[in-house]
């Protein structure tokens, strides 16, 4: 594929396209990974959401 | 299932983990038919093989303009219905709309010098969409700032509606003022006026781009719903041990 005289646009262009993608999906895998974690480690301490106690039996 | 039941958290979580898989192998499949067909596009017979930067610069711009539209619905969701998930879409969508928002500025420029002999001018397309990714900024550091989500909410959510004004104005800018940026020639009435050949791969990595942003934006959701729930048990705990 010949891009021309202005290859070094286009090709900086599909770079910088990578790159946001490829950090948006990493921000949504991380920011993930860290607030399982978190819910995780709260529950494993004995703490549990208000909406889990009510639904709890007596 | 009735629509109103996915406005309860959990039910969308439950969804989220059902449909993301999906998402991704059709967001997959979608930039390999994208991507593929952008490759195999001819030249234009003007302006050369730099054509192919239209290929993310007009999918960028589309996504910057729908997200900034989606946060408005979510903001009148917000304000008006008290919607449980609406500021949570909110708030999820701005950063990827600034990410799209910046690469359409980006690629824009990287089109421009080539074509036009400069990476910027003040013109009114160019601004206005500049001054959309100031604002998604702003948002941003809203959300940032104001600790309680629901307060945030609310002032985010009158921020977005007056925002919502820039988006005509960067869709009829170059129509209302005399700019360097082309006249539209993809989203107009009477149809487009791009060639056949070039219009396929373009609605092509639209499609992808637009399964990637849905994607993205449920994941961000369902990331938004499990902070909320941590803060909520953190509090609860801090409660706990006061008492």
Known sequence: MNLGPHAAFILVSYAAAIVVVVALITWVIVDFRAQRRALGDLEAHGVTRRSAEIKEPA | ?243
Not at chain 2, 9 to 20: D, H, I, Q, Y
Not at chain 2, 144 to 165: C, H, Q, Y
Not at chain 2, 184 to 212: C, H, N, W, Y
């Open chain 2, 1 to 243: 299932m009735a629509l109103i039941d996915l406005a309860n958290p959990t039910r969308f979580l439950v969804l989220a983990e059902r449909v993301l898989p999906w998402l991704m192998a059709a967001t997959l499949f979608a930039f390999a038919i994208g991507l593929t067909q952008s490759a195999l596009a001819p030249d234009d017979y003007q302006q050369g093989a730099t054509v192919k930067i239209m290929f993310l610069h007009v999918p960028s711009a589309w996504l910057g303009m729908f997200c900034w539209g989606l946060m408005s619905v979510a903001a009148l969701g917000t304000l008006v219905w008290r919607h449980p998930l609406a500021d949570v879409a909110a708030k999820a969508a701005a950063p990827i709309g600034a990410a799209f928002t910046f690469l359409c500025l980006f690629t824009g420029a990287m089109w421009g010098r080539p074509m036009w002999g400069t990476y910027w001018v003040w013109d009114a397309r160019l601004t206005s969409e500049l001054i959309l990714l100031i604002m998604y900024f702003g948002v941003i550091a809203l959300w940032r700032t104001v600790e309680n989500p629901s307060d945030a909410a609310r002032v985010v959510a009158i921020v977005t509606l007056v925002g919502a004004i820039d988006l005509p104005i960067i869709k009829f800018s170059v129509d209302w003022w005399n700019t360097l940026h082309q006249p539209e020639s993809v989203f107009r009435m009477g149809g487009p006026t791009i060639d056949k050949s070039l219009l396929v791969p373009l609605f092509a990595m639209v499609i992808a781009f637009t399964l990637l942003f849905v994607t993205l934006h449920i994941a961000a959701m369902r990331n938004e719903i499990l902070r909320r729930r941590v803060r909520g048990m953190l509090m609860l705990q801090a409660r706990g041990q006061e008492a």
